[in-house]
């Protein structure tokens, strides 16, 4: 699948977000696997265990978004490696006011495909 379809989406989010996807903005969700995402620093002490194609390189992509009270609320997302700059652009005509955003490289780790669930 092209890394421009591709989205990875935290368990406790993927309800609503394919809600929003299949209604909203009338899109076909499928999953296609389940992942596990690690730090690029923790990769190295899981790696001997891993296979290569099981690995799939993701920026994690944190920051706080204002408010109409001020409170910050904290936003997170995860990006192909090779879409990143397109996507971040996407993501932040999205929200207002985002000063710092900090993006921690890492892999997604293939716990299973879905064609094994």
Not at 13 to 41: A, C
Not at 55 to 64: G, K
């Amino acid at each position: 699948m092209s890394a421009r379809l591709v989205r990875y989406v935290p368990l406790e989010e993927y309800g609503l977000w394919r809600h929003l996807m299949e209604t909203r903005h009338r899109r076909q969700v499928t999953l296609e696997g389940i992942s596990q995402w690690l730090p690029e620093e923790d990769l190295v002490e899981a790696s001997a265990d891993l296979e290569s194609d099981a690995l799939e390189p993701v920026l994690r992509v944190r920051f706080e978004q204002p408010t109409a009270t001020g409170l910050p609320v904290r936003v997170q997302r995860f990006f192909p490696v090779e879409t990143y700059p397109e996507a971040l652009d996407a993501l932040l005509r999205h929200f207002r006011d985002v000063s710092h955003v900090l993006a921690t490289p890492g892999y997604f780790v293939v716990v299973r495909r879905t064609a094994d669930v």
